[in-house]
DNA sequence: AGCATAAACGGACTTTACCCCGTTTCTGTT
DNA sequence: AACAGAAACGGGGTAAAGTCCGTTTATGCT
């Protein structure tokens, strides 16, 4: 007895079933907000538009917000692609100041662009509000920073800092109606600051 | 005819009753926060224990978050005395560059001690998620900037840049748990990396 | 193939945020 | 002091979030 108590590696892998229902709700939930907004998805909408089941779209989710940080998760896929391996100097090959001026201008764009979703992700009542996949930002800056050459600086939380000065923007302090206005300057607006802020950050 | 069509100023002072509910409102979430935390906070449950109607507490607050949103006020309003009229450096007399070190530390140790709720006053639906009072971290850090010799940047942005990375820890990027656990190095610990920031920033 | 087990499903049920509108209370004016 | 208008109040009603548990389905093993 006992010949199998210790875990066996992954408890197991996600059933087959399982997956097809959760890329179903993920387009179906793409649909439903491109069609109707934010406000226009609910969770019982969504089961009932996919077919399925709401316990089974509460298990998936968690939480309503848990739908749009699956959609965040889901779109931050590609850009990590570009940011892990495609061409500098956002992918990797270029010098690391540079990597980290290009990751917050794209970043900056990726934010915007994805406002909506982003904003409809956010909850208070959540252990880690950004979802599972947020700190990615974070990593990566804490990455670059570790290739440059800063004194006395506390590496960790200056990557947390400037991850929030990339995301905050969007996420904390624009209001709605300012994203909505001006979209297109803004992207630029946050991106050249962001490079003034990381010159001086990492002047000598 | 169209005599008083132009807005005669304010519309008219707030209510006496209105007043008198909105601070009792006020201090019974309090108790009720500190009793049952911020999930045992509910409008109906709010409302009995102030001996009020549930659509007076809806007006007052709006929603759930606003309820949340009006106790982070009350508590910056303090706050915002010691910034704006107490003793140096963190009130007016100390150098700019200072202040601003200042302010970075006590904001910091403000929103860790007020997690709670100011993580239960974000609410992704609303138009500008932190509340009305909000950007008066930003607002201050603005004026601060003002009185720095910086070249050849927009301080608009980075007072708004500089002001997420002050609340973006708390608010998006540490786990409650992470909280919890160290709180009393974390003030210490965000307080260091935001002065290291800060001097990095403004150097010549 | 048949079986045992764990995981996923479904949808009724409960709780809670939020809306609405008839009623009450305040306040400035005469 | 009485009045008119505006603002605030109350609490029932609606819809959506989130929970639960009995049932079904996939999967690894024999």
């Avoid at 387009?27 to 109707?36: H, K, P």
């Amino acid at each position: 007895m006992d010949r199998l108590v210790v875990s066996w590696g992954r408890p197991r892998a996600e059933r087959a079933d399982a997956v097809r229902n959760r890329l179903h709700l993920l387009t179906t939930a793409r649909e439903m907000f491109a069609e109707q907004g934010a406000d226009g998805l609910t969770m019982d909408g969504l089961a009932q538009r996919a077919g399925l089941g709401k316990g089974t779209v509460f298990r998936r989710f968690g939480t309503r917000a848990g739908i749009f940080q699956a959609l965040m998760d889901d779109d931050e896929r590609t850009f990590q692609q570009q940011v892990l391996a495609g061409p500098p100097p956002l992918g990797p090959g270029a010098p690391a100041r540079e990597r980290l001026i290009a990751y917050g201008r794209a970043r900056a764009g990726f934010m915007v662009a994805h406002r909506a979703v982003a904003r409809a992700a956010l909850d208070g009542s959540q252990p880690v509000p950004v979802g599972t996949r947020a700190p990615m930002s974070q990593v990566h800056i804490r990455m670059l920073l570790g290739q440059l050459s800063l004194d006395g600086v506390d590496r960790d939380m200056l990557s947390v800092q400037l991850a929030a000065a990339l995301d905050g923007p969007v996420l904390l302090y624009l209001s709605s109606d300012e994203l909505d206005e001006a979209v297109d300057g803004l992207e630029e607006c946050i991106g050249q600051a962001w490079q003034d802020l990381i010159e001086r950050v990492c002047r000598p």
